[in-house]
Every structure is written in structure tokens, then in C-alpha cells.
């Protein structure tokens, strides 16, 4: 759906959002927490999670440097260095000579991508768009496509919004507020030309910086339509109200907020840790108890290296290394915000293509189609039932709840029907968190034999009466 479509069937679904449901209201077997607020979903966020993947694309003039925030410096601004395509001072360096924005939707597209964000402006200051905006001495901003230095007269910008609205991907543009190497501004807003300012570089005070991103930030947000996201890296720099005021269906800001894992590695569990994640509350798991809906993402990259710009001979992840990030991130609820490194020529090089095209194949293949499936709402849903057939075989079980009205559960448990076992059920999987998605892998595969076999959900712990959307059984998948 795009964001337009998300924000009439939310409101309609949930005109009262957010509102309280107390304990009273679950009459079952299900503990509930007393007074705990139902915490909802804006239709922005709604319509962010309703996808595994945001192509994060990254293409700017970083792409003919190296990569970096910035990816412009000394060694390559106003010299050319051995490693890029020319001086990065110079706009002209930025030349994608087969420059096809509909490319790069045949592999987000093939990812299963419903959202794609383009580096409208990072760390060097060059823009993809040509901007209108005035430096403070009076003179053009000249750091832009569309300048008259510039190799690319057309917007890049206009370009890669055609081409997501044909291929039905919401779309947004990431503007790095707080940083820009061609106005001496730093990642933490500091100047950094206190020493040196080099040839082409401009020397502003912060208010007068400040003035020009805001014209920059204008342009973006109320030039390209109903933008599905906005990213921005590191402070916005006082901006906010103006963000929401242009763009509020936007999903990244104040008021429709998400939440990093805290790692770009693809590994969090590793990195950060392994406890259940919510769409509630702060922090890189979020709290059960919090007040406001903030869906968390992670950032990975395509390269085995940490590497966003596009670069020359880097090798990229294997479909069996992008499975375990896929389960990581997510299987436990969270949305993949996967780097797109177009290179030079302005395309999705082959051997990135190929990798984004298996994943999502392997997604729809592994997901599409479960062994066994049922849903369930309301007082009666905190026990579901599945049958899985004699002879089928299952090593993965997949919870979602409709998170539209909420992340109810806060405790459940999956079993297995055992004649043998005590109680007659074998424990298989627990958890706290289910939200959009939640993905148990079982340490074997499990083949029903002589009779069918029952999969009980039991939900022992929720704020309201659940609402789950999907509790299946799967069968093992290729590669894992």
C-alpha cells in the first residue's frame, strides 16, 4: 500500500489510537497486565513494517572517492587522488555515464523491497537534485547536479522517484543535516575549517549554515510528493517541526519514529544482544512498558566489508551468509534497511543484483508457503491449534501478530502433542515479544510419523486479547 492508502485504512481501523485496554477485558487462561497502555502503530509506521526490506541506497560523489563520512577530505577534494574519479570538489566528477534508476528497482523489486532511499545529499555536500538554494554571500549553491560544472544536467532525484512510483515502491531521501564537507560542517555540527579552508570550500557561521540546509531540506520535502521516509543522520539541527509540517506521513520523524538496533554489522544478537525486541519503547530492544510505538530496524550492508559507497573489488555477502542476518534482524521483528552501492556507471553492479535477487527468492520460497497455518483474535486466540500432517516435516515455526492493534503478547509458549511426554506436549519454543514477526528456528527437524500431531500456541501473558495474524509451521528451507 502506499502511504496515502496506509493512512485511510489505519484511520479507519483505529480511529481512537492510542487507547487503554485494562485486564478485565481477557477472560482466559492468559495472565494480563493490569493498566498496561495499548500502545498502536501510526499509519506511517504501520506501512514501514508491513515489509522485510528498505533498499538504503547509497550513490553520491562518495561513489567516485572512496567510502567514508564523509568520503571527501584533503587527500581527494581538490587534487585527484588514485583511488577516485576526480578532484570531489569538482561536480563534474560525479558522471554515472549509463545512469538507469529503473535498474536499480529490478533488484529492490526482486529483494521484496517495498521501500527504497536515496542519499539525496551526505557527508561531502554534494546534492542529487539541482537546488535553488542561495549560499549566504549571495552566489548559487554550484555543488549539484544541474550546476553548471556539473557532468549530469538531469535530477537524479526526479529520476529515482519516477522510477519507484512505476515500480510501486514508497520512497524517501536521505539528507545529512548536520554534516557537509563543501560547507565546512562536521558530523556533530562543528566547523571543521578552523585550520584550513580548502579551495572550493565555504566558510560559513552555523546560523548562516543552518539557513542554507533549511532551503535544501524545503526543496526535498515538498518538491518529490508524499515521501514514505525520511532519514537523517546524526542531529536535525532544529528542523523537526518543519519536517513534520511538510512531510507528515513520513515515517523517521519525531512524530512517527523508529528505533536502531545499534549495529550495522547484520548481526546484532552478537553485537548488541539476543533478548526479545519491541515495537515499544526507546533504546536497541525497546521496554514492553513504554508509551510510544517506535519500530526498530537494522542497517547492514551488501559488502562482507563495512563498506556503503560503492568501491572497486569488494567481494559481497553469499546468500548463505545474508540467511542468518535475515533471521537475526527480521525474524525477531525488525525491518532489514539493506545498502544498495551503486557504482560508477550508475547501476546495480551484476554481482550485487544476483545476491539481492536470491535472497528474496529464498525468502518467498522458504515463507511463502506453510506446512500448516491458523490465526486467531480476540479472548479465545490465547490458545490456536495446528495440525501438521503425518509424513510432514517442519524445523521453524513463524509468529506475526496484527500489530495494527497492537504488540499484545507478552509471554507465550509453542509445543508439540507427545503421548510420551509429561503432560502429553513437548516444549519447543518461548518467547516474550511476537510483534510483526517472529521467526523460531528449532535445533532439528521434526517429522510428523504414523498420525497427525497438534502445535499449540499457548499465550500466557498479554495486555488485550491477542490478535495473531499468523501462527505456522514451515519446512526446512535450502541454505538454512
Not at 259 to 268: L, N, R
Not at 339 to 351: K, M, N
Not at 354 to 378: E, F, H, M, N
Not at 406 to 419: C, D, E, H, I, T
Amino acid at each position: 500500500l502506499t502511504s496515502d492508502q496506509w493512512q485511510s485504512v489505519s484511520s479507519e481501523m483505529a480511529p481512537q489510537w492510542p487507547y487503554w485496554i485494562l485486564a478485565g477485558l481477557v477472560q482466559s487462561s492468559a495472565t494480563a497486565v493490569v493498566g498496561t497502555p495499548l500502545v498502536v502503530p501510526t499509519p506511517a509506521q504501520a506501512r514501514y513494517q508491513d515489509t522485510d526490506f528498505v533498499a538504503l541506497i547509497h550513490f553520491n560523489m562518495g561513489t567516485y572517492a572512496h567510502n567514508g563520512d564523509p568520503c571527501c577530505d584533503a587527500s581527494n577534494w581538490d587534487v585527484h587522488a588514485p583511488y577516485a574519479a576526480g578532484p570531489t570538489s569538482d561536480p563534474a566528477t560525479f558522471n554515472p555515464t549509463k545512469l538507469n534508476t529503473t535498474q536499480w528497482m529490478e533488484s529492490i523489486t526482486n529483494l521484496g523491497a517495498n521501500i527504497a532511499i536515496l542519499t539525496a545529499k551526505h557527508g561531502c555536500g554534494f546534492t542529487l537534485w539541482p537546488t535553488k538554494a542561495m549560499l549566504p554571500d549571495g552566489s548559487p549553491y554550484g555543488y549539484s547536479v544541474g550546476s553548471p560544472k556539473a557532468a549530469i544536467k538531469d535530477d537524479v532525484l526526479r529520476m529515482f522517484v519516477d522510477s519507484a512510483e512505476t515500480a510501486g515502491v514508497g520512497y524517501g531521501f536521505y539528507y545529512s543535516i548536520m554534516k557537509s564537507f563543501y560547507l565546512c560542517h562536521s558530523f556533530s555540527g562543528t566547523n571543521s575549517c578552523t585550520k584550513t579552508v580548502l579551495p572550493g570550500q565555504h566558510n560559513f557561521t552555523a546560523d548562516e549554515y543552518t539557513a542554507v540546509v533549511k532551503q535544501q531540506v524545503t526543496e526535498l520535502w515538498t518538491e518529490y510528493g508524499n515521501l514514505t521516509e525520511i532519514w537523517v543522520d546524526s542531529a536535525t539541527d532544529g528542523l523537526d517541526d518543519l519536517m513534520i509540517q511538510l512531510q507528515p506521513q513520513a515515517v523517521g520523524t519525531r512524530v512517527n519514529p523508529t528505533g536502531w538496533c545499534g549495529t550495522e554489522s547484520g548481526h546484532p544478537s552478537k553485537d548488541v544482544g539476543s533478548k526479545d525486541v519491541w515495537s515499544i519503547g526507546p533504546g536497541f530492544f525497546g521496554d514492553p512498558d513504554g508509551s510510544e510505538w517506535i519500530p526498530k530496524f537494522c542497517d547492514p550492508q551488501l559488502f562482507q566489508d563495512h563498506i556503503w559507497f560503492w568501491e572497486p573489488n569488494l567481494a559481497v555477502r553469499t546468500l548463505a551468509m545474508m540467511i542468518p542476518i535475515y533471521h537475526d534482524i527480521v525474524g525477531r521483528g525488525m525491518v532489514m534497511e539493506l545498502a544498495f552501492s551503486i557504482d560508477r556507471d550508475g547501476l546495480v553492479e551484476d554481482t550485487h543484483a544476483v545476491v539481492y535477487k536470491q535472497l528474496g527468492d529464498w525468502v518467498r520460497a522458504c515463507y511463502g508457503t506453510p506446512i500448516a497455518s491458523t490465526s486467531g483474535a480476540g479472548p479465545a486466540a490465547v490458545t490456536l491449534d495446528l495440525t501438521v500432517r503425518a509424513g510432514d516435516t517442519f524445523d521453524r515455526i513463524q509468529l506475526q501478530e496484527d500489530t495494527i492493534s497492537g504488540q499484545r503478547v507478552r509471554n507465550y509458549k509453542v509445543a508439540l502433542s507427545n503421548a510420551s511426554a509429561p503432560g502429553g506436549w513437548t516444549p519447543i519454543a518461548t518467547g516474550s515479544a511476537i510483534g510483526t514477526k517472529r521467526i523460531h528456528l528449532l535445533d532439528h527437524n521434526i517429522t510428523i510419523t504414523a498420525a497427525p500431531a497438534t502445535l499449540r500456541l499457548s499465550i500466557t501473558q498479554t495486555v488485550a486479547p491477542p490478535v495473531i495474524s499468523q501462527f505456522a509451521a514451515f519446512a526446512p528451507c535450502a541454505q538454512g
